[in-house]
């Protein structure tokens, strides 16, 4: 028997250059961390347009919802009773504290999960893990995307987004994603949600 040739295929995920698990641009399966990113094309497959639902594809991790509105997670059995105390939520690799509200995934390029301690690097009470949204960037080049979803409990939801540069000027981009969805609930407990995000992109001399 001969070997053959062997090849294997090797990704970074990064948030402005930095790979969320050190903030260097060190792929994550090189660090003595674990880390579990929930990229957006399975979110589509899924059907999935909300963090708590998103975080069902992380082992080790629950998140729940207190007063239908706010999102609490445990990571590891660390969990956040006053919502800074156990576990980091990042928005593009900086941190979130107060209230963390029921997000709506449409304008997330995926969704990193690094279990285990990372107070070094996020701070105050990264106990359990941090959770990190990294959110859709501004491309030159134009793009649209419009999909709808429904389901139970007469649920419908319509999104989309833009990208391109502004007035064809290669130095300045922009994105905008929004999506608009209803739900009756189940026994009537639904709810209405909009998420507009518009984001701006300027690349310097």
């Known amino acids: ?16 250059g930095r790979a969320t698990a050190s903030r260097l641009p060190v792929a994550d399966d090189a660090l003595p961390v674990q880390v579990s990113p929930i990229p957006q094309e399975l979110l589509r ?8 639902d998103a975080l069902k594809n992380a082992s080790g991790v629950q998140a729940f919802r207190w007063y239908g509105v706010y999102e609490q997670y445990t990571i590891r059995g660390f969990n956040d009773p006053d919502r800074d105390g156990s ?13 963390r509200y029921s997000a709506q995934t449409n304008n997330l390029e995926s969704i990193e999960v690094m279990k285990g301690p990372s107070s070094v690097l ?12 990294v959110r859709k960037k501004p ?9 709808y979803r429904g389901g139970r409990f007469n649920t419908h939801q ?8 502004v007035a064809g000027n290669d130095r300045v981009w922009y994105r905008a ?10 026994r009537h407990a639904g709810a ?9 992109t300027v690349l310097l001399p």
Do not use: C, K
């Open 1 to 16: 028997l001969e070997v053959g040739r062997v090849s294997t295929t090797l990704t970074v995920t990064a948030v402005a």
């Open 177 to 186: 994603d929004a999506s608009v969805e209803h739900s009756d609930g189940w």
């Open 45 to 52: 497959q899924q059907s999935v347009n909300s963090v708590m």
């Open 87 to 99: 576990n980091a939520v990042l928005l593009d690799g900086l941190r979130m504290g107060g209230n």
């Open 122 to 133: 996020y701070g105050r009470g990264a106990v359990g893990g941090s959770i990190n949204l």
């Open 139 to 147: 491309q030159a080049l134009r793009a649209f995307d419009l999909s």
């Open 158 to 165: 319509l999104a989309g987004g833009a990208t391109g540069a």
């Open 192 to 200: 209405d949600r909009v998420n507009v995000s518009p984001s701006l």
